[in-house]
């Protein structure tokens, strides 16, 4: 257990080992629960309903809470504390972007990025297709809970975010040019610093990873007439 102390046993303390990308990628056997999910969703989707709980449960979901919960929320924290920094100073309220949230524009980030993490790489899925694949499931075994231990580990790893790359309170603008797609961890994960501050390299460095994932957003209308 690494909440609440100063080391994470996932980041370790040698700067050298740490990822240039995210503040800490998440490990690779999580991919294959994206994966396994998907399984799930295309048996729901074709009328096995059965089947597609079978699948659910087999889905590493507390394993993936639990890390989550230990290590990847916690990882900005600890990168802080191992590079002895402070948080960086914010500016006049009245110089901030009056627009905070990114409602109004995160589809449009999500689709330019692929439904991927600019920053670890992780397959994000649709907010809506995640909303609606629950109230149509209306089974305990996927929820969106009010906690992080009600909440389903894939939700986790694969709810998007449109993250500000330069924080909104620093002076970063609510709008393309300054949102990236990122997972939970990875949102969380820079605790309010800034990515120069934590070692992280600039995500509009690298190009998106654009293919055939697309979050689900195909499924949704299959997911509407079940």
Known sequence: MCRGKNICSE?????ENWSIHSPLPTPSWMAEQIDLFEVAVNEFITGNRESCLIKLKQIKSEEITNWYIEHGQMSGRHRKLSLKISP?????????????SPSKVQ???????GYRCR??????????FIRLFIKKLNSELFRRGETNLTTHGIIHISWPVADHVIP???????NLTNLVSSCATCNYGKDGYTIDQLGI????????IVD????????LKALEKY
């Open 11 to 15: 980041l370790g303390t040698n700067t």
């Open 88 to 100: 960086p100073e914010t500016i006049d309220e009245m110089l901030r972007d009056p627009t905070r």
């Open 107 to 113: 589809n449009d980030v999500f689709k330019r990025d």
């Open 119 to 128: 920053y670890c790489g992780n397959k994000l899925l649709s907010q809506d």
């Open 168 to 174: 909104w309170n620093k002076g970063g603008r609510t």
């Open 201 to 208: 390299q600039n995500p509009f460095n690298r190009p998106p």
């Open 212 to 219: 055939e994932w697309n979050g689900f957003m195909n499924k």
